[in-house]
């Protein structure tokens, strides 16, 4: 059972170029979440998914756009990219409904901005 | 906005308990703990809900007390498994899409 998968595991952009990051789930998950990581900051929800086809911003959606055509995946884009989104990023996904579901994460995707 | 975890780090001796806490500013209904080893994915540990359960995993425990809206995580006998760093993430109001906002993590070191 691979759980969370997310590809690339690593990629060092340009500034200004695009990518889209992957995060696939073979748990049937309905909820799924992007964030990301950086130094002394934890983590920050970049956007979730609450089922196929919604999308919602979480805390730090700016700069980013997702999307969710399909259950099993969470796509997050970055159309121009900047700096400031050098980070690590994981995608986690959760059963639904209710508070007492835990998040299942990914392995991450270190990103670099040049 | 962010709960914030106390001490932000600590070193431990193998054997030795420890304590981190997690307090929010607004109402909790759940707080989720998850630790994350250095290059590696959280791994959840345990959740607790609204009505101060306190649940136990292996010599690891956390407690929820409500009126004080915080948190707390026990690690007892340390062992050298256990380092790396500790988050708490918590839970609004029962909707929301089961959203959780982490706070900035407490690093644990075990020594021997």
């Known amino acids: 059972n691979a759980g969370v998968t997310q590809t690339p595991k690593f990629r060092v952009l340009k500034t200004g170029q695009s990518m889209t990051l992957l995060c696939a789930q073979d748990?049937?998950?309905?909820?799924m979440y992007w964030y990301r990581q950086d130094p002394g900051m934890g983590l920050r929800l970049i956007h979730y998914s609450v089922g196929e086809g919604t999308t919602a911003k979480g805390e730090v959606p700016d700069g980013y756009n997702v999307s969710r055509l399909k259950k099993q995946n969470f796509l997050l884009g970055l159309e121009s990219a900047a700096p400031s989104q050098t980070s690590v990023y994981f995608c986690?996904?959760?059963?639904?409904?209710?508070?007492?579901?835990?998040?299942?994460f990914g392995d991450g995707t270190r990103l670099s901005i040049l | 906005q962010q709960p914030v975890q106390s001490p932000q780090a600590v070193i431990l001796r193998e054997g030795e308990d420890a304590v981190i806490n997690c307090s929010s500013s607004k109402a909790l209904y759940s707080v989720h703990w998850y630790r994350q080893k250095h290059g590696e994915a959280p791994v959840f540990l345990m959740i607790?809900?609204?009505?101060?359960e306190q649940k136990g995993h292996e010599k690891i425990s956390a407690s929820f007390n409500e009126k004080k809206q915080q948190s707390s995580l026990y690690l007892t006998a340390s062992q050298l498994s256990y380092s790396g760093t500790y988050f708490c993430g918590t839970g609004g109001f029962s909707g929301g899409g089961n959203k959780l906002t982490f706070g900035t993590g407490t690093q644990l070191k075990v020594e021997l």
């Open positions: 986690a996904s959760s059963y639904s409904p209710g508070r007492n579901q835990p998040q299942h």
């Open positions: 748990m049937n998950h309905e909820y």
């Open positions: 607790l809900l609204k009505g101060g």
